[in-house]
């Protein structure tokens, strides 16, 4: 079993900057791919970026160029380094892992996920 818990959310100016972090704990953390999803109200859930364990990462076009995922093994920790805000990334990030080194942008491939922390990004 793996405990994920998001932390660094909350209200910036467009512009502005966030860096979200997961902690996770349980089961191998550095054999576990992870990903970073988010929800707006009213849409539905999206893939945001993902990570191996080699750090090969993903992102989608939405966030590209902007943010970053990272993740440091040793602190069992997985980093969104969100930059250049927009009102449109307003939304519950949430982090997920996943039991295997493949990453996925389906958020239905991943086996846990935290709680989730609300982004607010005001015009």
């Known amino acids: 079993q793996v405990q994920l818990v998001e932390s660094g959310g909350g209200l910036v100016q467009a512009g502005g900057s966030l860096r979200l972090s997961c902690a996770a704990s349980?089961?191998?953390?550095?054999?576990?791919?992870m990903g970073w999803f988010r929800q707006a109200p009213g849409k539905e859930r999206e893939f945001v970026a993902a990570?191996?364990?080699?750090?090969?990462?993903y992102y989608a076009d939405s966030v590209k160029g902007r943010f970053t995922i990272s993740r440091d093994n040793a602190k069992n920790t997985v980093y969104l380094q969100m930059n250049s805000l927009k009102p449109e990334d307003t939304a519950v990030y949430y982090c997920?892992?996943?039991?295997?080194?493949?990453?996925?942008?389906?958020?239905?491939?991943?086996?846990?996920w935290g709680q989730g922390t609300q982004v607010t990004v005001s015009s």
């Open positions: 997920a892992a996943r039991r295997g080194d493949a990453y996925y942008i389906q958020g239905d491939r991943y086996d846990y």
């Open positions: 990570i191996n364990w080699s750090d090969n990462t």
């Open positions: 349980g089961r191998t953390f550095s054999t576990q791919a």
